[in-house]
């Protein structure tokens, strides 16, 4: 008698199978305040967001002239990070910067 039943492996393999599914996303946005200079934003951009010059400035004259701009999409967790990370420079640094995340 055999315990390896090479038939009963397969079965077993394909039940157990699940589909994966890809996390949710969310928008991290910058919102646009009467203190925080532009070039702070520039700033967060690049160093947070990894954006380079171009991008940044692109990203923060948005922020000023729609009052909100689109920083980057990313799983719960890391927008969560950004967000925060955003918060506590500018807080740091003497600034009012809002920094929020919404689900795509």
């Known amino acids: 008698m055999s315990k390896d039943n090479p038939a009963n492996e397969s079965e077993i393999f394909s039940e157990t199978r699940e589909d994966v599914t890809e996390p949710p996303l969310y928008r991290v946005v910058l919102i646009n305040d009467n203190y925080t200079t532009m070039d702070f934003v520039v700033e967060i951009l690049m160093s947070v967001f990894r954006k380079p010059f171009e ?20 799983t719960y967790e890391v927008a969560e990070t950004k967000v925060d990370t955003v ?6 640094n003497g600034y009012p910067l809002k920094c929020s995340m919404e689900k795509e």
């Open 55 to 74: 991008e940044a400035t692109r990203i923060m004259l948005n922020v000023h002239r729609a009052g909100v701009g689109i920083c980057g999409v990313y």
């Open 87 to 92: 918060h506590h420079l500018a807080k740091e």
